[in-house]
Nanobody, 116 residues
Framework: QVQLVESGGGLVQAGGSLRLSCAASGRTFSTYAMGWFRQAPGKEREFVAAISWSRTSTYYADSVKGRFTISRDNAKNTMSLQMNSLKPEDTAVYYC?????????WGQGTQVTISS
């Protein structure tokens, strides 16, 4: 089992920045890939970014490439998403995800709202 808790969401103006964090517990953190997804009202949940367990590989959705940076600290069992140059279309609930032994685990989500 893996437990995930997100933090860091909030309301910012367009062009601003936010940093999301995800704290993991329950399994050896350094052995599994993790990522961020988001879901806007009335839309499907979509992939945002992912990072390998070794931190050597990162992946981004085209819509956030160059603006968002994913990172992880395996010593602290945490993952972060630095979001810069935020746009109103980034407004969504952001979910932390862990993919462990063929199963997806999700956090409860944190709301990010970008005002124009």
């Amino acid at each position: 089992q893996v437990q995930l808790v997100e933090s860091g969401g909030g309301l910012v103006q367009a062009g601003g920045s936010l940093r999301l964090s995800c704290a993991a517990s329950g399994r050896t953190f350094s052995t599994y890939a993790m990522g961020w997804f988001r879901q806007a009202p009335g839309k499907e949940r979509e992939f945002v970014a992912a990072i390998s367990w070794s931190r050597t590989s990162t992946y981004y959705a085209d819509s956030v490439k160059g603006r968002f940076t994913i990172s992880r600290d395996n010593a602290k069992n945490t993952m972060s998403l630095q979001m810069n140059s935020l746009k109103p279309e980034d407004t969504a609930v952001y979910y932390c995800n862990a993919y462990v032994s063929g199963r997806d685990y999700w956090g409860q989500g944190t709301q990010v709202t970008i005002s124009s």
